[in-house]
């Protein structure tokens, strides 16, 4: 069955850095997604790509957020400047035509 | 988007038949019912979609009632392994359209 891989699984940084976390999608799909699950809280949609640009986001989407594909495989979430609350796991999915949407395993991105 | 409602947690045995309902008592014309399975520290994952009536698949069984304003989620047989949280979402079936996810349903299945 095809997936969704992420990497890294997990992320360390300190406020202020930036970070990069990237996404290898399905193949033949077009739709991409970022969504974030602060723990213990409920999934979040952030932002989805498709055609090379954005077709809507979250308010959690501000000006530190940026999405982009830049070899024609992987799909990356760009957080510029961490804060503590940005702490999370951040979940790539990618749809088929009938928007089944496909999650990866996930990154956990821990600000110190 | 179509508000759902369903039960904050649920405790089952090995080897029963569990049964989720969620309500939607909004669901528009174009809505799909559709519930996604989310195991901890891993990506929700889709289980079933349906309209209307009956569908099934080698997971689930998924029953909606003519009005649409309920659906069930039936796990036959659930194991330990069936542990996980449920999500039921509402909405139609556009292609790039974003999932919106609830607090789902909490199954705890024990031995």
């Known amino acids: 069955e095809p997936e969704v891989t992420q990497t890294p699984s997990h992320q360390v940084t300190q406020m202020g850095q930036e970070v990069i976390l990237r996404c290898v999608p399905i193949?033949?799909?077009?739709?991409f997604y970022w969504y974030r699950q602060i723990l213990g809280q409920k999934v979040e949609f952030l932002v989805s790509?498709?055609?090379?640009?954005?077709?809507?986001k979250s308010e959690i989407f501000d000006d530190q957020f940026s999405v982009e594909r830049p070899d024609g495989s992987n799909f990356t979430l760009k957080i510029r400047s961490t804060k503590l609350e940005d702490s999370a796991m951040y979940f790539c999915?990618?749809?088929?035509?009938?928007?089944?949407?496909?999650f990866g395993p996930g990154t956990r991105l821990t600000v110190t | 988007l179509a508000k759902t409602t369903q039960p904050i947690s649920m405790d089952s045995y090995e080897g029963q038949e569990v049964n989720i309902t969620c309500s939607h008592n909004?669901?528009?014309?174009?809505?799909?019912i559709t519930w996604y399975q989310q195991f901890p520290s891993q990506g929700p994952r889709f289980i079933i979609q349906?309209?209307?009536t009956k569908v099934t698949n080698e997971v689930a069984s998924l029953f909606i009632p003519a009005d649409r304003k309920s659906s069930t989620l039936s796990l036959p047989r659930v194991s330990l392994s069936d542990t996980a949280v449920y999500y039921c979402?509402?909405?139609?079936?556009?292609?790039?359209?974003?999932?919106?996810f609830g607090a789902g349903t909490i199954l705890r299945v024990k031995s």
């Open positions: 999915a990618t749809s088929d035509r009938e928007n089944e949407q496909y």
């Open positions: 193949s033949n799909h077009l739709y």
């Open positions: 790509f498709y055609n090379n640009e954005i077709s809507e």
């Open positions: 909004n669901i528009a014309t174009n809505d799909y």
């Open positions: 349906g309209y209307k």
């Open positions: 979402l509402v909405g139609d079936r556009e292609y790039g359209n974003k999932l919106v």
